[in-house]
């Protein structure tokens, strides 16, 4: 699939230290999850790489932070204009090493960048304070400064989106970075490298340590334990995310944390049905259902219950399922072996404990069978249910009955995440009530689709730390300092 780019020097395999590509000591093969095919062998860098990027970009840092924003602003823009005018090549690389069909691909090159526009518009807007005085002999001012070296850990869902999302901000705050992306999806990360170059970024203010899976706990390892390392933002598992938190605590890390969900979709009475089963289906399907705001847990209340079950499966039953590459294509693979097992062992548990198979529930017929998942909807779910607790991150939409609002405000949020929720209702006092009774960083109301650049990403509970995106992004990459003036 990647014979067919248009600029095949996007194709980058090598790691990207101090604005020079390296090869590495070894190499490690990236897979088409589709086929299972090897796209390229791609440098697996180590701890002591790492320790070579995070000395580039501590050097490269009094000159990126003495640049005024607006310098900083200018690559940004030249940058976000590289990535859309090459969004087609991006979007075959992102197809071909992360599976998801070649327009949802597209949509995601177009999503990443505009968090680079954003924030390179941002960045020119980090107001510092001047705060009235209470001795007349003082002066008080704040500032607003880079924090240093930052380190992103990213994941494969959203190859590029996810890198953006951290390192637009932390660059346009006059911040280098050292980025450790995926080992599934490195390719994706290493294009907008080469486009950064393009841009003009400068040696050593953006760095990518591509790695497999052991090297990058290696890589892991030393960015946490880097005392120049002032910030690292990562974007995974609630698992991976507490390692990070203990391994940042000797050196008292600023910490923004992206981590897992377990997002109830609820519908009410009252709610548009064909209205809410589109949302559930974008909720839940898109990117086979391997995001972190997908719908895990689907509620609808008993009056609507199987009118909406017929609507949401009928829909599922027009999902066409297979290669991106594929023209109507709408559903890709699953990322591996591994996930495949958790949809499977999610359903196989459901139906035991006494949920029926509306449709789906098993895997794509033929040569499509080892990594694609049919679209599936589960019936009379219940709480002791794995899929209750546990994020699928499957193309599986497992829906319960519930009577009252009070009900399902307890059942929403009887969970340690808190990342994203989302309801169907058009009673203005309700959409009120259970807005602000759900315990997520984010609330879906009559949407199935909430991420944009402009608006405030993140969780709470277990869910993660801090915010990217919006005004607030930007926050995490400075330091506030307090000037007290006396002798007035
Ligand atoms: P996912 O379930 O999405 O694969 P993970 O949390 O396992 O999420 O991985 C997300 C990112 O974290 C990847 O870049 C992966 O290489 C990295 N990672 C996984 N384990 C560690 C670790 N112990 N230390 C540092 N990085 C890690």
Redesign the pocket.
């Known amino acids: 699939p990647l014979a067919l780019l248009a600029d095949p020097t996007l194709l980058r395999t090598d790691a990207l230290i101090n604005g020079e590509w390296v090869a590495g000591a070894s190499r490690f093969a990236v897979e088409d999850p589709a086929t299972g095919l090897r796209l390229a062998d791609v440098a697996n860098t180590g701890a002591a790489d790492a320790e070579q990027a995070i000395a580039a970009a501590n050097a490269a840092w009094p000159a990126w932070k003495a640049k005024p924003a607006k310098e900083r602003a200018a690559i940004l823009m030249r940058w976000f204009h590289l990535l859309v005018q090459h969004a087609d090549d991006l979007a075959r690389i992102m197809t071909a090493e992360q599976g998801k069909p070649l327009s949802e691909a597209r949509g995601e090159v177009m999503y990443g960048a505009s968090f680079i526009e954003w924030f390179a518009e941002e960045g020119k807007r980090v107001y510092g304070e001047t705060i009235p005085t209470t001795d007349p002999n003082k002066r008080f001012i704040v500032l607003k400064q880079p924090i240093g070296v930052c380190a992103a850990?990213?994941?494969?869902?959203f190859p590029i989106a996810m890198i953006t999302r951290k390192v637009a901000p932390a660059l346009a705050a006059g911040c280098p970075v050292v980025i450790?992306?995926?080992?599934q999806t490195p390719l994706s990360a290493l294009a907008c490298a080469e486009l950064a170059l393009r841009a003009g970024m400068p040696a050593g203010v953006l760095n990518i340590l591509t790695?497999d899976?052991d090297r990058?706990?290696e890589?892991?390892?030393v960015l946490c334990a880097s005392d120049v390392v002032r910030h690292l933002s990562?974007?995974?598992?609630t698992?991976?995310?507490r390692?990070?938190m203990r391994?940042c605590a000797p050196t008292i890390k600023k910490l923004s944390l992206e981590l897992g969900g377990n997002a109830p979709f609820i519908v009410f009475d009252d709610a548009d049905l064909d209205s809410a089963a589109e949302g559930a289906l974008i909720s839940k399907y898109r990117n086979a259902g391997q995001t972190c705001v997908c719908a895990n847990r689907l509620y609808v209340q008993a009056g609507v219950y199987d009118a909406f079950v017929e609507k949401l499966a009928a829909k599922a039953r027009a999902i066409q399922v297979g290669n991106g590459f594929a023209p109507g294509v709408n559903q890709g693979p699953l990322i591996d072996a591994q996930a495949m097992n958790k949809v499977e062992s999610h359903v196989a548990d459901a139906l035991a404990k006494g949920a029926t198979l509306v449709t789906g529930g098993s895997r794509a017929p033929g040569a499509l069978a080892e990594r694609f998942y049919t679209p599936t909807v589960l019936a009379n779910v219940t709480a002791d249910m794995l899929c209750a607790r546990e994020e699928t991150f499957g193309p599986v939409a497992p829906v319960f009955r519930f009577d009252t609002e009070a009900d399902v405000i307890n059942l929403a949020n009887a969970t340690e995440f808190g990342l994203a929720s989302y309801f169907y209702s058009r009673d203005i006092g309700r959409i009120f009530r259970v807005a602000e009774a759900l315990e997520t960083g984010m609330v879906g109301i009559n949407t199935g689709l909430i991420s944009v650049a402009e608006v405030p990403f993140g969780g709470v509970k277990q869910s993660g730390l801090g915010r990217e995106g919006s005004r607030h992004g930007i926050e995490d990459y400075v330091e506030m300092k307090y000037l007290c003036i006396g002798d007035v």
């Open positions: 850990i990213t994941p494969w869902n450790k992306p995926a080992e790695a899976a990058s706990i890589i892991g390892n990562f974007t995974g598992s698992e991976v995310g390692i990070l391994q």
